[in-house]
């Protein structure tokens, strides 16, 4: 990065920044429709566009590694792996009406102040930084390593901690989902059970007694 706001400034942008601020327009608007949409399947693949445009923005700022492992795990993983959880789950494809929440607002409110408090600590501390797009790429592996190794170990191995968890918790999730059809089950078939015994004793009785009321019949006639 260089300090080149001498030689540079924001009423004469470049090809490459007015690039970057269309893909930009373009990937917000596709994270609005993911997190707008009512369509599960609709919402994963808004996703696709919304974690394609990071990768092209990481490329137009030269971090071309960043920018592959955006595609190969994100686009690549986490995305497929959504669809292979919609299909199971069977997901419906349409609209659905638990795609919705009451909280709309309350989520909005959050999201806002989650957003401003990052632009704002993202300006002030690069507010004089520039990066010179017309020269060595500053997004290497050997510069990401160094960088990610050397002062990001902690959040590294947190974000590791993290993931777990959630793989833990979808694991045990899964479990108690499966316990609780298979209790529905037994119980549906206990009761199905059950009705039909109570129809066959009916049957039965109803048999007995009509057996039982033919020889009166007979002695009346």
Do not use: C
């Not at 399947?41 to 996703?47: E, I, N, S």
């Not at 607002?105 to 999201?111: G, I």
């Not at 390593?145 to 993290?162: K, M």
């Amino acid at each position: 990065m260089t300090l080149a706001a001498e030689t540079h400034g924001f009423l004469s942008p470049t090809g490459v920044e007015i690039a970057f601020l269309l893909v930009g327009l373009v990937t917000f608007g596709a994270a609005l429709v993911t997190v707008t949409t009512r369509q599960l399947v609709h919402a994963a693949l808004w996703l696709v566009v919304t974690l394609g445009g990071l990768a092209v923005e990481y490329l137009l700022l030269t971090a071309e590694f960043i920018a592959w492992v955006q595609v190969l795990i994100y686009v690549g993983s986490v995305v497929v792996l959504l669809l292979f959880g919609l299909m199971l789950t069977k997901a419906p494809i349409g609209r659905s009406p638990d795609a919705d929440s009451g909280n709309r607002w309350a989520a909005l409110a959050v999201a806002l102040a989650a957003a401003a408090a990052l632009v704002w600590v993202v300006v002030d501390a690069f507010r004089t930084t520039w990066i010179d797009l017309d020269g060595p790429a500053a997004g290497s592996t050997e510069v990401t390593g160094e960088s990610l190794f050397q002062n990001w170990v902690l959040p590294f191995e947190a974000l590791s901690v993290l993931l777990l968890a959630a793989l833990v918790g979808a694991i045990v999730l899964s479990r108690k989902g499966k316990a609780n059809a298979t209790a529905t089950r037994t119980g549906a078939t206990a009761d199905r059970t059950r009705a039909d015994g109570t129809r066959a004793d009916g049957a039965d009785r109803t048999d007995t007694a009509a057996t039982a009321a033919e020889p009166g019949k007979d002695g009346v006639r």
